[in-house]
């Protein structure tokens, strides 16, 4: 078996110039352990956040508030990346050239570094977590996978990620918008709400203002990232089902943010997401994952020099259409290429040397450029890797209108099965 790796590189886009390239940021031995866990300032920022992505929910799916929405601002050594594999397996190769005569030979100017679209392992977090195999337990992702047929959903995430991705970001919508509709005391997305009088004909600001309240209501409801990671005690009820709720919403709120901090190329909030992905990892016994997080902050905090931390921090984005939020990890654009690579090489037949696939690999992203440009010119319409997704709008609205007729965001009696620890509901006339 052979194993090949392709190699992208891309011009920085934030250089800092006027940072050291030599020394380190800090001891490693001086920090305190307490500074590689969640801090205050940590579900601070993640709170705020989640109150823009919540704003921006609200005036998508709630059609009235839809105007108060518009201008809602959006957010805002060589480092080699790849997934875990590939991490654990240069550092091997660093151990392993230690008695080299120069820093080059001993791979010393390699500094590994995990990569963004594959710490989508959380997914499989959250599965381990949340997700059970039968639709029988109400209110679970096999439940809602039941109801909103998502077959192309499978038991393991890491084969079906953007499926499994794409699920679990409709039912934690749904789940935050049927929290937004008992704080507004309507049943439905489209029923009609109660504003403040005079709140259309405002000035924006007071409408951005209206609608930053009713979201930090929302968040404050529905997630447990403050109470979970400030030492607070989290109260757990007898309803399992009630606990289940607020146990994805929390896990969902801190994949929203995960996917909007790499969106908008922000390497600071992205930072923020590992750490407060750090526990559920170990909880998880995600090891090797734990050990890549905690390298990032040793690297970041004080083993490399402050250019390089700088860089290994910001410098994990691509954008390759222009404009703001759109942004993807370097890893993914990478893919990407890959993929078009594996279909030339598939078409070199009996000609595939090694010769040949270093040419290629080379002359990929020209032979792009070259088909694109003739494309354009007989009128092709133009491909992309996007997948296509048809709306989840009517899903979001099936699982707001079946978590709230269901109080599933209510605390009631129940009994927990020893299969799930879930629960049924016992209702009280």
């Given at each position: 078996?052979?194993?090949?790796?392709?190699?992208?590189?891309?011009?920085?886009?934030?250089?800092?110039?006027?940072?050291?390239?030599?020394?380190?940021?800090a001891d490693v031995m001086s920090l305190p352990w307490q500074s590689f866990l969640p801090s205050q300032g940590d579900v601070d920022s993640v709170r705020n956040n989640l109150v823009v992505?919540?704003?921006?929910?609200?005036?998508?799916?709630?059609?009235?508030?839809?105007?108060?929405?518009?201008?809602?601002?959006?957010?805002?050594?060589?480092?080699?990346?790849?997934?875990?594999?590939?991490?654990?397996?240069?550092?091997?190769?660093?151990?392993?050239?230690?008695?080299?005569?120069?820093?080059?030979?001993?791979?010393?100017?390699?500094?590994?570094?995990?990569?963004?679209?594959?710490?989508?392992?959380?997914?499989?977090?959250?599965?381990?977590?949340?997700?059970?195999?039968?639709?029988?337990?109400?209110?679970?992702?096999?439940?809602?996978?039941?109801?909103?047929?998502?077959?192309?959903?499978?038991?393991?995430?890491?084969?079906?990620?953007?499926?499994?991705?794409?699920?679990?970001?409709?039912?934690?919508?749904?789940?935050?918008?049927?929290?937004?509709?008992?704080?507004?005391?309507?049943?439905?997305?489209?029923?009609?709400?109660?504003?403040?009088?005079?709140?259309?004909?405002?000035?924006?600001?007071?409408?951005?203002?209206?609608?930053?309240?009713?979201?930090?209501?929302?968040?404050?409801?529905?997630?447990?990232?403050?109470?979970?990671?400030?030492?607070?005690?989290?109260?757990?009820?007898?309803?399992?089902?009630?606990?289940?709720?607020?146990?994805?919403?929390?896990?969902?709120?801190?994949?929203?943010?995960?996917?909007?901090?790499?969106?908008?190329?922000?390497?600071?909030?992205?930072?923020?997401?590992?750490?407060?992905?750090?526990?559920?990892?170990?909880?998880?016994?995600?090891?090797?994952?734990?050990?890549?997080?905690?390298?990032?902050?040793?690297?970041?905090?004080?083993?490399?020099?402050?250019?390089?931390?700088?860089?290994?921090?910001?410098?994990?984005?691509?954008?390759?259409?222009?404009?703001?939020?759109?942004?993807?990890?370097?890893?993914?654009?990478?893919?990407?290429?890959?993929?078009?690579?594996?279909?030339?090489?598939?078409?070199?037949?009996?000609?595939?040397?090694?010769?040949?696939?270093?040419?290629?690999?080379?002359?990929?992203?020209?032979?792009?450029?070259?088909?694109?440009?003739?494309?354009?010119?007989?009128?092709?319409?133009?491909?992309?890797?996007?997948?296509?997704?048809?709306?989840?709008?009517?899903?979001?609205?099936?699982?707001?209108?079946?978590?709230?007729?269901?109080?599933?965001?209510?605390?009631?009696?129940?009994?927990?099965?020893?299969?799930?620890?879930?629960?049924?509901?016992?209702?009280?006339?």
């Open positions: 078996m052979v194993h090949m790796y392709s190699l992208l590189a891309a011009r920085s886009r934030l250089p800092p110039l006027d940072l050291s390239r030599t020394g380190q940021v992505l919540v704003s921006r929910l609200l005036a998508q799916y709630f059609k009235c508030l839809s105007p108060l929405g518009k201008e809602y601002p959006p957010e805002k050594k060589v480092a080699s990346g790849g997934d875990q594999l590939t991490c654990e397996r240069q550092a091997a190769a660093v151990r392993h050239m230690m008695d080299g005569d120069t820093p080059k030979d001993r791979l010393q100017l390699l500094e590994p570094q995990l990569e963004d679209w594959h710490s989508l392992v959380c997914m499989q977090v959250i599965w381990k977590t949340l997700y059970g195999q039968t639709s029988r337990d109400h209110g679970t992702l096999g439940y809602f996978k039941s109801l909103l047929n998502r077959t192309t959903v499978k038991n393991d995430p890491k084969k079906e990620v953007n499926a499994s991705l794409e699920f679990l970001l409709t039912v934690v919508k749904g789940h935050i918008l049927a929290v937004a509709c008992e704080v507004l005391g309507v049943t439905k997305l489209d029923s009609p709400l109660q504003l403040p009088p005079g709140l259309r004909e405002g000035d924006s600001q007071s409408q951005l203002s209206f609608l930053r309240r009713l979201a930090l209501q929302v968040v404050d409801r529905c997630t447990l990232v403050g109470a979970a990671l400030t030492r607070d005690k989290v109260v757990e009820t007898q309803d399992g089902v009630y606990n289940y709720a607020r146990v994805l919403c929390h896990f969902g709120a801190l994949v929203m943010e995960f996917l909007d901090a790499w969106a908008e190329g922000d390497g600071d909030r992205m930072y923020c997401c590992y750490r407060l992905f750090l526990p559920h990892f170990i909880i998880a016994n995600c090891r090797k994952y734990s050990l890549e997080v905690l390298r990032l902050q040793t690297q970041v905090k004080a083993m490399l020099s402050p250019h390089l931390a700088h860089h290994i921090l910001w410098d994990r984005f691509i954008n390759t259409k222009g404009g703001m939020g759109n942004n993807i990890p370097c890893n993914l654009h990478n893919e990407h290429i890959n993929k078009l690579l594996k279909g030339v090489i598939a078409n070199m037949g009996s000609n595939l040397t090694e010769v040949a696939l270093r040419r290629a690999a080379q002359s990929v992203s020209f032979i792009q450029s070259i088909c694109h440009g003739f494309d354009r010119s007989s009128g092709v319409p133009f491909g992309t890797h996007a997948h296509s997704t048809r709306t989840d709008e009517k899903d979001v609205a099936r699982v707001v209108s079946t978590v709230f007729v269901s109080d599933w965001l209510l605390v009631l009696p129940a009994y927990i099965t020893a299969s799930t620890g879930i629960g049924t509901r016992l209702r009280t006339s």
